[in-house]
């Protein structure tokens, strides 16, 4: 079996009209891989960049990667690119990550050009280091296991490659401390666990005493001090923002009594990543929504949507009713 340590680099452009009809495509900038021998020990690497052609970089991303679109203009595209890579890996390569995401890119670019390519689920390798190291299921950047692990950071984060290279001595560590228990039966039986004991520590939560917030802004920052949700959501990930507010999961609500779907007002900024929306249940009274977005990493978007009562959010309350005027 080969063992690739992949990391890609790739720049999110956007096509299509209205906002209902635009499609995301998430185009590799770079290639960046190291081979593993038996003992996962580092023997190869493998480095290119690619020529973008669907899309400027976005600024974030340049700043990010430290590339420009003239630094890629020289660069090969990606089928030659794609070719070399998969040539380098060999047969029926097994992939190691850092989290899940670069596999299901690679995939997307090999489909857009029509490249077969039989590719496995990626072993991640961030997941065994905050299996085995941190005992729990946290999302541990690079660098801080890089640091923990006190490993020389010569090299700059967010390049393909450079993180290939972190990704494989982390590994290769993890391999000389913990030996066979790095393998996926130990590490997915240690996550039974982990949730097992979860399950039972909040069996019977105690609901912590609720304060008083002094001022709206106050109430917008940690809401779960002050009020009880009485529906919690946690949203899919999605790679802008704006996303949010074409699902239509973020437009209707579920009343948390009678289970009965109704329809929304349009979402209101309070404020940057916070948006409030209402709705009227005929039985139940009127429920009021506040969701909240925030970056996961530089890729991707997380949100949450919680929904109040009158009673449980004066401060919401009181603004979506001074507010009529945007419904």
Known sequence: MNMIVLDLEWNTVSSGGSAESKQH?????????????????????FNAYVRNQ??????????????????????????????????WCGDSP?????SNSDVPVLRQNLRRYGLKASLRRAYNVQFAYSILKMNNT????????????GLSQEQPFHSALSDAV???????????????????????????????????????PLRPKLKTAESFEAWLQAPG??????????????????????????????C????????GTKWLQIQENRYANHFSCGKHG????????????????????????????????RWVNEHPEQT
């Open 25 to 45: 495509f998430d185009e590799i900038i770079q290639i960046g891989a190291v081979r593993l021998d038996e003992d996962y020990t580092p023997a190869d690497t």
């Open 256 to 263: 948390p009594r009678c289970k009965r779907t109704y329809s």
């Open 166 to 204: 972190y990704t494989a001595q982390v590994m290769e560590l993890l391999w000389k401390e913990f030996g066979g228990k790095i393998h996926e039966n130990y590490l997915y039986s240690q996550l039974q666990k982990l949730r097992a004991a979860k399950k039972q520590q909040t069996k019977a």
């Open 94 to 98: 097994r992939f190691f990550t850092w």
């Open 138 to 149: 946290s999302a541990v950047a690079l660098n801080k296991a890089v640091e923990a692990f």
């Open 54 to 87: 669907s899309g400027s970089l976005s600024p974030i991303i340049s700043q990010l990667v430290h590339l420009t679109d003239e630094d890629l203009a020289s660069a090969e595209e990606f089928p030659s690119v794609a070719r070399r890579f998969l040539s």
């Open 286 to 317: 009127t429920y009021y929504a506040l969701m909240r977005l925030r970056r996961k990493n530089p890729y991707l978007w997380e949100g949450i949507v919680d929904l109040y009562t009158e009673a449980d959010s004066p401060w919401l309350t």
């Open 225 to 254: 001090r002050y009020s009880v949700s009485r529906q919690h959501r946690q949203l899919p990930c999605n790679s802008h923002r704006k996303a949010y507010f074409r699902q239509t999961g973020t437009r209707t609500f579920t």
